[in-house]
């Protein structure tokens, strides 16, 4: 058992020397929209930021473009291989707007 117990631990020694060992991808960040909510006060487009980096991206600026409706929100973290939700709002429906990311801080 002891045996079995060091090649265990030599193993997980080795994986995390490696896994430092390698260099880590910048946030690779997008946006899209995961639904429509109607409201009273218009339109809310619910978005989804993935992000497919290494990397953790904070302070993620998204901008949403309908016509001459421009509507923006931050999103405080998105995680390295994970996503986050935001909510823009417009007065139409944002079916065909377009959404980007404008930019990011690193945490």
């Not at 079995?4 to 430092?20: F, K, N, S």
């Not at 260099?23 to 929209?33: D, G, N, W």
């Not at 218009?42 to 421009?70: F, M, P, R, W």
């Amino acid at each position: 058992m002891a045996a079995l117990g060091g090649v265990i631990t030599a193993a997980v020694i080795c994986v995390v020397i490696w896994e430092a060992a390698q260099p880590a991808a910048a946030p690779a960040l997008s946006v899209h929209i995961a639904q429509i909510e109607v409201t009273s006060s218009g339109h809310v487009a619910v978005v989804k930021v993935v992000n497919q980096g290494d990397d953790t991206a904070s302070a993620v600026q998204i901008e949403g473009v309908l016509g001459e409706d421009t509507a923006t929100a931050t999103v405080d973290y998105v995680p390295g291989h994970g996503h986050a939700k935001a909510f823009l709002r417009f007065d139409q429906n944002p079916q065909q707007a377009t959404f980007s990311v404008k930019g990011w801080a690193a945490p």
